[in-house]
């Protein structure tokens, strides 16, 4: 069903309707890709700590910016492993 939707010639207003969101998606694309890079810059500091976390079991480099996000890096303030998690 949808290959056949493709194969039509698509109104005026249909084109113009997806040109709008397409820029609306590149534009989303380029804030994101300056949110990153900024991001990477502040991380810099954080660099060795995130590679560490990226060894974790399904770890990635989102994830390993979200822990050291929300937890940090000093683990003294937490007085247990289960405190952490939680």
Known sequence: MPVKA????????QCLLLRIH????????????????ELGDCLAAFRDAATRLTT?????????TLILAEAGTDMSRFPSDAHLIS
């Open 56 to 64: 974790i079991p399904r770890g990635s480099t989102r994830s390993a």
């Open 6 to 13: 493709l194969r039509r010639r698509m109104a005026d207003h």
């Open 22 to 37: 397409l820029r609306q998606a590149d534009a989303i694309d380029a804030a994101i890709a300056e949110i990153d890079a």
